[in-house]
Structures are given as structure tokens and as C-alpha cells.
């Protein structure tokens, strides 16, 4: 009896995982992640070729000139890219706080950072005379495609015209101001009326990145001259309207301690995920192969040599190998590569314990719906109409993935904590959450699990009994119902 | 007596459709019996609740001694009427897991498959997966399955369908060996000939009742078409009207192999075949080339059976539609009337 038990699930396990497609489907996925975790920083090595050439100025305004040679100048574009290397990690360590501790963080994205930003780009400023002919001025801007063809050359990449309006507005007391030659106005209370905007031509080549730099270059200098212009100190106004980064802290029982918001909704749910995968995996590959069996009408051929019990039992055991290979290779994946980035901390082991003993119960159970539907339809397109429904309880798990992480604690949380064939993955859910989840609930709940387990076994090895070699009509719940009743 | 098995007092009913009512078989060890009946006759469902996969309503069945099929599976072969493999495996490994499953060790298994797909000549697509075999290798591998693990009973359901006249005779062969070497087999089949030319002994269901139950020569001489074959070397028609002149005969007709005289059932059949002869050798007649008496064959024993009782029931069926449109008719009943 156990013998032939074995035989079964062995046959079961070896046709399932040695083909290719489950080879395909299970392996391919984690494969690619490993080689997008190793190819993207390789890919992120090529940096962008270094930008080298001259930026024509034709100032107008007669007031920018220097402000953008400073702009520009490679001191100042270094302390730019380190400014804003400072924000990117500001961000990143924000939105996870206390995830990878801060020294290794630092180094790991100095370096991401150095190498997606890329070499400045070194531009050399060309001042031409304020009433230079701009269409000349265009025509020195190469308009080949290929920066191949540029390279060794000095080439003008860009030529900005500033007009004497982008930084003396057009009210009358200033044009007045301006044309007379008059003191610059000390304070200006009024409006200061309508600026012009300044023109950027740039060859087809130039990086939008480096379009960006000289645009930003142009803009700061303007604006200080326009602030200049009305007897003001850039500098201090720069100060005045800038404050340091607020920081994000939540104030808990156990003390203050940095909010995690993305780890907290994560990791619970990728657990359930894991779950569900595996469960799911391992559930469809029954019901195909129940139904395969009975298609190509081996079935008999088996039940002649064993109790439809014993094929059920051994077809079941070793679709739980199946999704116990799948939860290993997933879950030991994630939790290497946690382990790997220094987030083991949030793996509880207790957790993966936990894990085992609700994926037995919510594969069990789904493989007795599975089971119980495979057996009693003659192909996959009459299994569709059964699979409806338990399809839809299978998906709602997901659909509380959010509100149960929100109120982990709720009443509702807990009522679906003991509503099978949910109830494993809500408290997968709630265990992996930083709330702590209180202790009765989970003996509680596995208890309830085990119950609800014998009891689908019992019904479904009666429906299996008699669906096997049930051919003809398509049978509804109904029926199997009443199968359940007959025996 | 010695029996295989015993079925006695067995009914088993598909919600108002009795399959199998009131069966009593015994199956003496080591005969090579032949199951027949019509297609819904109840042979399938016999034979599932023989090898309990499904469960008799009442009666009780004995299989190789015991209780049940349940407690001597390992010791029976069956090849299900509904038959198929696992499409995507191969032979050699589909023919192991049957076999391990049967109870026979991993060694010994693949050592017999490899005995039994050279017997059968398949032993080049051991290597092959069984959804590329024709469905006659597929049907030899089935057969394969239900005796690689040596059975002391054989249950063959439709053994013969989808095979050519080749295969035919090699299943033949293979039945006879399995039969030589003391096995005792049930075999289910529509092919008459198959049947006589293999069974020891009859048994044939119609309705769910059994109509047969007996050996092959048993059943010739109950059935005995009372009819004798003349071949006169003469014109047909001459002799045809000197035959129906004898006394005891009560018809003549004329067939190409012959002239088929039946004989009335008080009359001897010897002396209406001495007659014959004699009246056919006097001139004008040219005498006789050949004269025997009919040997009723089971195929027309079976179309007797199933027409006569056929028309005997045609009445009683149209009563009994009638009566489960209005749902209150016993099938049983119905049937039981019919055949009394």
C-alpha cells in the first residue's frame, strides 16, 4: 500500500519536473533575475562616451557672459554632480531606511551613481560678439549624426542667444532705464513685468543629459543677473529659499524607529507570493495530469493495480514534492539574495517554519479541489467551467494583500485568518508583517487547517472513486456533492 | 468446485439504469472463459466490480479465494475495455511502472519488459514513447501490462478490437500460452470466432441477466439448429423438391453452399439424412456431394438469443419508457416479467 504510494508520487514527480516546459517555467525566471542582477551593472559599466567641445555664447544682455563661464566651468560641473549624488542616496536610504547599513550603502552607490552619471562632460565657452550674425553662428554647428565623426575635433556643440530682454523686462520704467544709460533701480517693489526666454541650437549629436547641463548653466545665470539687475545678492536669496530634507520617523511602543514602508509591504508579500506560486504550480500540474490520465484512458490501466485512494494519495504526495522544489528554489533564492544585501534581518526563521507548515495545508486543500476536479471531467476545456470558481477564491488572497498589510491586526484580518482555503495565505501575510500577529492565532489556525484538510481528503477521495471512471456529461458542484453524499 | 470466482446474488444499479441484476457466476480456476453479450448488456460493469473498482449494491463476490479484488490485485492482470497509456512516456518505462506497481521488484521488471517487447516483436520501440506507436503496438503493450507480473487470473475486456487479422492471431497465441500454463482467463469480446475458437467455456449476459452459462459443447447441442446441409451434384431446385417430400423435414431452402433442410423436432435427424441420401442417389438425381448436420456457430446463437428475447421484450419495453417517463417503474421488474 505504501509501497505502491510511492511508486505513484515518484512517477508523478519525475513526469512533472522532467519536462521541459516546468523546466522552462520554474528555472528560467530566477535564472533571469540572477542575470539581470550580474548584466545590469555590466551594462551600466559602458558609460556614455565623454562630451568635449565649444558652447557659443552670444550675450545680448551684455550681463550673462560670465555667469555662464563660471556655470560651466569643470570645478563648478563636478560640484553639481556631487550635489546631486548626495540627493539620489538621500532618496534611496529615505524610502528604505536601516535596510543596508548606511557605510556599505554609501560605497555601493558612489560607485552606481559615478558610473550612471558618467565623466562631466568638458565644454569650453566661445564668446561671440552680441551682434554677431546668429545664422552664421548656427552653420558652424555640425550637423553629422555619428559623434564618431566629431571625435578629435573641437566641435561647437551649441549656441545660446541671450536677448538684452531676458534680463531687463519690458515695463517702460526699465526699457526708460536701460536706453538712458540711468542707475540700475536699488529696489523694486513692482512687478517686474514680462522677461524674454533665451535660445538654445544644438547638433543632433549633443547628449540630452549635456543639453540639460548648459540649459540649467544659462538659466542660473540669467536669473543671478536678473536678481543682480535689481540690486540683489544671488547668494543670500539662494539661502533664504532652500531647507535641509526632512526626515520620516514613527513613533512605536518599543520607541522611535525609522519607518520601513517599503520593506513592511514587501517581504509579507512576497512570502505569500511564494506561497501562492508554489501552491498554485503544483495544484495546476495535478489537476493536468489527473485529467491526462483519464483522457487518454490510463486510468483504469492504474486502478487495476491500485485503490483510486492510493493513486490519489501518491499522485498528491508527489505534487507536494513538486511545490516543495518550487518553494525551495524560490524561497532559497530570495532569501540568499536577501541575506546577500544584508536584509536578513527581516527574514524571521521562525517565519520560514511557518511557511513549510501553511504551505502543506494550502496545497492540501487546493490539491483536493484539484484532485476532486480533475477526476471528474474528461478534458481540460469541461475543468475551465469547475476551475472558475476556485479560481476566484484563489485570487482573493491577493486582492487583501493591501488591506490586510495596512491593519495586519484587524478583525477582518483575523476572520480571513480562519476562512480555508484562505486562511494559510492571510497568515503568511500577517506573520510576515512587522506587527506582531498574537501567538494563539497561530496553532489556532493551523489546527483548523489540519481539520479542514482531512475533511476535503475524505470528500475527495469519494468524488475521486467515482469521477474517475465517470465519462459523458460534464458534472457541476452539484454533482460532486452528491458524490460526496452516495458512498 | 474450485472456483477463480464466485459472483452470487450480485445487482448493481446506475440510478434508475440496473446494470447488473440478480448475477450468479462461478468461474472454475485454470478454464479460459468467454464473456459475450451485447453492447449495455452489463459485461463492463461485471467485470469492474470483479476487480472492485466499483462496488456491487448487493451480492457478494469471491476472487481467487479472497474477499475482494482489493486483497489479491497483485495476483490478477486486467486490461481495462477503456484502455490507453501515458501518452509522453516510453514503453520500456511505462511497462516498468506497471509492472512495479503490480508488485514485481525494479529488477525484475525491466528485465520482463525487455522479455515481453522482444516476444511481441516491439522490441525496437522500447526506447520510443508510446503516443509515437500505431494503436496496434499499443494495444500489444497494454497486453503486456496486464500479464507482466505472471497473474493467476487474466480478465481481458475487448481484447481483440483495433487489432489486423495478424495481431489477431498473435493475441490468439498468446491467450492459448497464457491458458497452457494453467492461468485462468475472462475474456469479454464481441468476436464470435475469437471465442470459439479459444473458449472452454460460455457465458453471455443480456440485460443484466445471465442467458449462458456453459461449455462450448454444451451450448452447440442445447442450441442444435436442427438443420442438415445437402450438396447435390444436380440442379438445385430438382433436389429441392425431392427433400421436401421426405417426411420429418418442415423446410428446405436454398443456400449457395447448399440446400439448409430443417427438420421438424420430433423427427431423427439421422434417418431424414439417410433418407435424403438415399431418394438423391436414385436416377434422375446425380447424388450427393456432401450432407451434415448444421453446426450452430455462437454467433448465431448469440443473434437468436438477443432477437428473440428482443422481440419477447419489445412490448414490455415500450412499457417500461413509459413507466419511467411517469416514475414509478422498477426496471428489474420489468425485465424479469419479459424473461419469464
Known amino acids: 500500500m505504501i509501497r505502491k504510494m510511492f511508486d505513484v508520487a515518484v512517477r508523478e514527480f519525475s513526469a512533472t519536473v522532467l519536462t521541459k516546459a516546468f523546466l522552462i517555467g520554474v528555472f528560467l525566471p530566477p535564472l533571469l533575475m540572477i542575470g539581470a542582477v550580474m548584466l545590469i551593472p555590466a551594462l551600466m559599466n559602458q558609460k556614455p562616451p565623454k562630451t568635449q567641445g565649444r558652447v557659443a555664447i552670444i550675450d545680448q544682455s551684455g550681463v550673462t557672459m560670465e555667469g555662464i563661464r563660471a556655470e560651466l566651468s569643470p570645478e563648478r560641473m563636478n560640484a553639481t554632480r556631487d550635489e546631486r549624488r548626495e540627493q539620489a542616496k538621500k532618496i534611496v536610504s529615505e524610502s528604505a531606511p536601516g535596510i543596508v547599513p548606511q557605510a556599505q550603502m554609501d560605497t555601493a552607490m558612489d560607485q552606481a551613481l559615478s558610473q550612471a552619471l558618467g565623466d562631466g562632460p568638458s565644454l569650453t565657452v566661445e564668446s561671440l560678439a552680441a551682434d554677431a550674425d546668429i545664422d552664421a553662428a548656427k552653420a558652424e554647428i555640425p550637423t553629422t549624426r555619428s559623434k564618431r565623426d566629431l571625435e578629435g575635433t573641437d566641435p561647437r556643440l551649441a549656441l545660446v542667444v541671450v536677448p538684452a530682454r531676458a534680463v531687463r523686462s519690458a515695463t517702460p520704467e526699465t526699457e526708460d532705464l536701460a536706453a538712458s544709460g540711468g542707475e540700475r533701480p536699488t529696489n523694486t517693489g513692482q512687478s517686474p513685468g514680462t522677461f524674454e526666454s533665451f535660445e538654445l541650437f544644438s547638433a543632433p549629436t549633443l547628449d540630452i543629459e549635456v543639453r540639460r547641463v548648459i540649459e540649467r548653466a544659462v538659466e542660473r545665470s540669467i536669473i543671478d543677473a536678473r536678481i543682480a539687475a535689481a540690486g540683489l545678492n544671488a547668494a543670500s536669496i539662494r539661502a533664504l529659499i532652500s531647507t535641509p530634507d526632512s526626515k520620516s520617523v514613527t513613533v512605536t511602543k518599543s520607541g522611535e524607529r525609522q519607518t520601513s514602508e517599503v520593506a513592511a509591504m514587501l517581504v509579507p508579500g512576497a512570502f505569500m507570493l511564494l506561497l501562492w506560486i508554489s501552491v498554485f504550480t503544483a495544484g495546476q500540474s495535478l489537476l493536468t495530469s489527473t485529467i491526462e490520465e483519464k483522457g487518454s484512458r490510463v486510468m483504469e490501466v492504474l486502478l487495476s493495480a491500485v485503490s483510486p485512494l492510493e493513486l490519489m494519495t501518491g499522485k498528491i504526495l508527489g505534487q507536494m514534492a513538486v511545490g516543495l522544489l518550487i518553494l525551495a528554489i524560490y524561497g532559497g533564492v530570495g532569501v540568499v539574495s536577501l541575506i546577500a544585501l544584508a536584509m536578513g534581518e527581516y527574514i524571521n526563521p521562525m517565519n520560514l517554519v511557518y511557511l513549510a507548515i501553511y504551505f502543506l495545508i494550502a496545497f492540501m486543500l487546493i490539491a483536493c479541489l484539484m484532485s476532486a476536479v480533475g477526476s471528474a471531467v474528461s478534458d481540460l476545456r469541461e475543468a475551465q467551467a469547475l476551475m472558475g470558481p476556485i479560481m476566484i477564491v484563489l485570487i482573493i488572497p491577493m486582492m487583501l494583500w493591501m488591506p490586510i498589510m495596512r491593519n495586519p491586526n484587524s478583525g477582518f484580518a483575523v476572520a480571513c485568518s480562519f476562512l480555508p482555503p484562505i486562511s494559510p495565505f492571510v497568515m503568511v501575510l500577517r506573520l510576515g508583517g512587522s506587527e506582531p500577529v498574537p501567538f494563539w492565532q497561530i496553532p489556532a489556525s493551523i489546527a483548523l487547517g489540519l481539520a479542514c484538510v482531512v475533511v476535503a481528503l475524505w470528500a475527495t477521495a469519494k468524488v475521486f472513486r467515482i469521477g474517475v471512471l465517470m465519462y459523458g456529461k460534464p458534472p457541476t458542484f452539484r454533482t460532486l456533492l452528491s458524490w460526496v453524499r452516495m458512498a | ?340
Open chain 2, 1 to 340: 468446485m474450485n472456483s477463480a470466482v464466485s459472483i452470487s446474488n450480485v445487482r448493481k444499479a446506475f440510478g434508475d439504469k440496473v446494470a447488473v441484476d440478480d448475477l450468479n457466476l462461478e468461474i472454475p480456476s485454470g478454464s479460459l472463459c468467454g464473456f459475450i453479450g451485447p453492447n449495455g448488456a452489463g459485461k463492463t460493469t461485471t467485470i469492474r466490480m470483479v476487480m472492485s473498482i466499483i462496488f456491487p449494491d448487493r451480492g457478494d463476490i469471491r476472487v481467487l479465494g479472497k474477499a475482494s479484488a482489493m486483497e489479491s490485485k497483485d495476483r490478477i492482470g486486467y486490461l481495462p475495455e477503456e484502455r490507453g497509456v501515458y501518452r509522453k512516456m516510453k514503453v520500456s518505462a511505462f511497462l516498468k511502472y506497471i509492472a512495479r506497481l503490480k508488485g514485481v521488484d525494479a529488477a525484475a521488471a525491466g528485465r520482463k519488459a525487455a522479455e515481453w517487447l522482444e516476444r511481441v516483436d516491439l522490441a525496437d520501440n522500447a526506447k520510443r514513447r508510446c503516443e509515437e506507436l500505431s494503436k496496434g503496438m499499443q494495444q500489444k503493450v497494454q497486453f503486456i501490462a496486464s500479464v507482466i507480473h505472471e497473474p493467476e487470473l487474466l480478465i481481458l475486456d475487448e481484447v481483440f478490437s483495433g487489432l489486423d487479422p495478424v495481431n489477431r492471431k498473435l493475441m490468439r497465441e498468446l491467450i492459448d500460452e497464457q491458458h497452457r500454463a494453467g492461468r485462468t482467463i475472462i475474456f469479454s469480446t464481441h468476436a464470435m470466432y475469437e471465442a470459439e475458437q479459444l473458449c472452454d467455456r460460455i457465458f453471455m449476459i443480456h440485460h443484466g441477466k445471465k442467458v449462458i452459462d456453459a461449455p462450448l459443447s454444451e451450448i452447440r447441442h442445447r442450441f442444435d439448429a436442427r438443420t442438415i446441409i445437402v450438396e447435390p451434384i444436380g440442379p438445385f431446385d430438382e433436389a429441392m423438391r425431392l427433400a421436401a417430400q421426405l417426411s420429418g423435414v418442415v423446410d428446405v431452402q436454398s443456400h449457395r453452399d447448399g440446400l439448409h433442410v430443417t427438420i421438424a423436432d420430433n423427427a431423427d435427424p439421422g434417418s431424414v439424412m439417410a433418407d435424403a441420401v438415399s431418394v438423391l442417389n436414385d436416377p434422375p438425381s446425380e447424388g450427393v456431394r456432401r450432407i451434415e448436420r448444421k453446426r450452430i456457430s455462437l454467433e448465431e446463437v448469440f443473434i437468436d438469443l438477443v432477437e428473440a428475447r428482443g422481440e419477447v421484450l419489445a412490448d414490455h419495453d415500450r412499457a417500461q419508457i413509459a413507466s419511467i417517463g411517469a416514475g414509478s417503474a422498477d426496471a428489474t421488474t420489468v425485465t424479469a416479467r419479459a424473461s419469464s
